[in-house]
Every structure is written in structure tokens, then in C-alpha cells.
Nanobody, 119 residues
Framework: QVQLVESGGGSVQAGGSLKLSCTAS????????MGWHRQAPGKEREWVSS???????TYAGSVQGRFTISQDNAKNTLYLQMDSLKTEDTAVYYC?????????????WGQGTQVTVSS
């Protein structure tokens, strides 16, 4: 099994910054990528950003230029630096880890961390 534990959420004023972390443990071999998703109240979970094993990153248009995803493979930790936060960034942020199991990509999820941005 894989365990993903997020941290770093909290409350911040619009324009501020937060940095989320996600540490993976357990059977974390054969990784196929990692990412961040978020879910705002009353809305479906949406993709925020992903990073490949070789460090290539992609972002949703709503966060492009404001968020930066990174990873420290030695620490098995994924990060999301969030700058210029907006009230619409308020959501529970989830870490996702993809690992191959018998050649099939399987996604694992963290428990989520709350980010609240006030005006």
C-alpha cells in the first residue's frame, strides 16, 4: 500500500502564499507521476498540477504562473508552492501519487489539507 500525507494548509489573505507538502511512504516503487487536485465546497474535485518522474510539470490554466509544483525524490516528498493566492483558490487540496501495479497505473490519494484564502 501507499500512504500520502499532506501538510502546509492553512488560512491566508488574498495575495499571500502557502506551500503544501505531501510525503509518500509504503510501497512507493514504480512511480508513474504525482500531482495535486483540489475540491472547493459544492464543486467537483479538479486537477491542479502534475509532475512527471523526470520533473516535467503541467498546470491548470487557473493556477498557471502562480503555483509551482516540485518534488524531492530523495525525501519522497511532493510540494506545491502557491503564490498570489485568490479567494477562489479556497479548497481542500489533495495529493495524488501514481504507481504501476503489475503494469497498470494505480492512483493513491492523501487525506487532503484545507486551504482558505480570505479577501
Amino acid at each position: 500500500q501507499v500512504q500520502l500525507v499532506e501538510s502546509g494548509g492553512g488560512s491566508v489573505q488574498a495575495g499571500g502564499s502557502l506551500k503544501l507538502s505531501c510525503t509518500a511512504s509504503g510501497y512507493i516503487f514504480s512511480k508513474c507521476g504525482m500531482g495535486w487536485h483540489r475540491q472547493a465546497p459544492g464543486k467537483e474535485r479538479e486537477w491542479v498540477s502534475s509532475i512527471s518522474n523526470d520533473g516535467r510539470s503541467t498546470y491548470a490554466g487557473s493556477v498557471q504562473g502562480r503555483f509551482t509544483i516540485s518534488q524531492d525524490n530523495a525525501k519522497n516528498t511532493l510540494y506545491l508552492q502557491m503564490d498570489s493566492l485568490k479567494t477562489e483558490d479556497t479548497a481542500v487540496y489533495y495529493c495524488r501519487g501514481c504507481y504501476f501495479r503489475n503494469g497498470v497505473p494505480v492512483n493513491y490519494w492523501g487525506q487532503g489539507t484545507q486551504v482558505t484564502v480570505s479577501s
